[in-house]
C-alpha cells in the first residue's frame, strides 16, 4: 500500500469517526430535550394541580366565614333574652339565700313563686302545655305535703323555674298532635319563646303561632322551607344558621313572668 492510499484511509477513517460522534451527540441533545420537556410537563401539572387545591381552600374558607357571619347573627339577637332571663334566675336565686334569717316568710313566697310560674305557663304560648302544667300541679301538692322538708320543696320550685327559663335559650323539635276539628301528627320547631311553628309530614303545609291572634297563621314557601331547616338544625342533621321567619310574638313578650313588668 502507498503512502497516499494510507493517507486516504485514514482520512476517511477520521471523517466517519467525526460523523458518528456528531450523530452521538444530536442523539444525547435530543434525549435531554425530550427529558426537558417532560420535566416541564411534570412541572406545569403540578402548578396546575396546587392552583385546583388552592381554589377549593379558599372557596371552603369563604363558605366558613359567611356561616361564621351567619351564626353570630343569629346569637347576637338571642343573647339580650338570655341574659335578661339569667338575671331574673339569678335575683331570685339571691333573695332566696338570705331567707334564712326569715324562714318563717318561706312558704309563703314558695307559694307565690308557683302562682306566679302557673300565670306564666298559662299566658305564654301553649307549645307542652300538658307538661308543663303538670309541672306546676306537683309543686302545688308538694307545697302541701307536710311530710316535705323545706329545702327540699325550695329546690324542686327552682328547678322547675329553671326548666321554664331554659325553654326561652333552646332550639327544640318534636313530632305531636295539632290540635283542630281533625287532630293530625305534625312536626314541630320551638325557637324559645319567640317562634313555635309546625310543619305537615309531608312539608307542603306549616303555621306559626301567633300570639295576638291566639292561634296558628298559615306559612307560605319560602317560609315552609326555613322551618324545614330549623328542623334539621335542632335534630343536629345541619350546622346551625340564620332563620328567616315571622316570630309568634314579641322578644320582651316573650321574656317576661306573668305578674312582672316588661
Not at 451527540?25 to 417532560?38: G, H, K, P
Not at 306566679?116 to 309541672?135: G, K, S, Y
Not at 300541679?137 to 320550685?157: G, Q
Request: hydrophobic share 40%; no cysteine.
Amino acid at each position: 500500500m502507498s503512502y497516499h492510499q494510507s493517507r486516504r484511509r485514514l482520512a476517511v477513517a477520521g471523517v466517519a469517526l467525526l460523523m458518528a460522534g456528531s450523530a452521538a451527540a444530536q442523539s444525547t441533545v435530543r434525549d435531554e430535550a425530550l427529558d426537558a420537556q417532560r420535566t416541564q410537563a411534570e412541572l406545569q401539572a403540578r402548578i396546575d394541580n396546587a392552583d385546583d387545591v388552592v381554589r377549593d381552600k379558599l372557596q371552603a374558607l369563604r363558605q366558613a366565614r359567611e356561616e361564621t357571619r351567619r351564626l353570630s347573627d343569629y346569637n347576637a339577637e338571642l343573647a339580650p333574652l338570655v341574659e335578661r332571663q339569667a338575671e331574673t334566675l339569678a335575683h331570685r336565686e339571691e333573695a332566696l339565700s338570705t331567707l334564712s334569717a326569715t324562714r318563717e316568710a318561706l312558704p309563703g313566697l314558695m307559694r307565690d313563686m308557683v302562682e306566679r310560674l302557673r300565670a306564666w305557663v298559662e299566658r305564654d304560648m301553649p307549645f307542652l302545655e300538658d307538661e308543663r302544667l303538670a309541672r306546676v300541679e306537683n309543686l302545688e301538692r308538694l307545697l302541701a305535703d307536710p311530710e316535705t322538708s323545706r329545702d327540699e320543696k325550695l329546690a324542686r320550685m327552682l328547678a322547675a323555674w329553671r326548666a321554664e327559663l331554659d325553654y326561652g335559650r333552646e332550639i327544640d323539635a318534636w313530632r305531636g298532635e295539632l290540635a283542630g276539628d281533625v287532630p293530625r301528627e305534625v312536626d314541630f320547631l320551638r325557637l324559645g319563646r319567640v317562634g313555635w311553628y309546625y310543619l305537615t309530614p309531608d312539608g307542603h303545609r306549616g303555621g306559626v303561632w301567633k300570639a295576638e291572634q291566639g292561634g296558628w297563621q298559615p306559612l307560605d314557601g319560602a317560609a315552609l322551607a326555613e322551618v324545614r331547616k330549623g328542623l334539621a338544625i335542632a335534630r343536629e342533621r345541619r350546622a346551625p344558621a340564620l332563620l328567616e321567619l315571622p316570630v309568634s310574638q314579641p322578644v320582651s313578650a316573650s321574656e317576661t313572668p306573668a305578674g312582672e313588668d316588661a
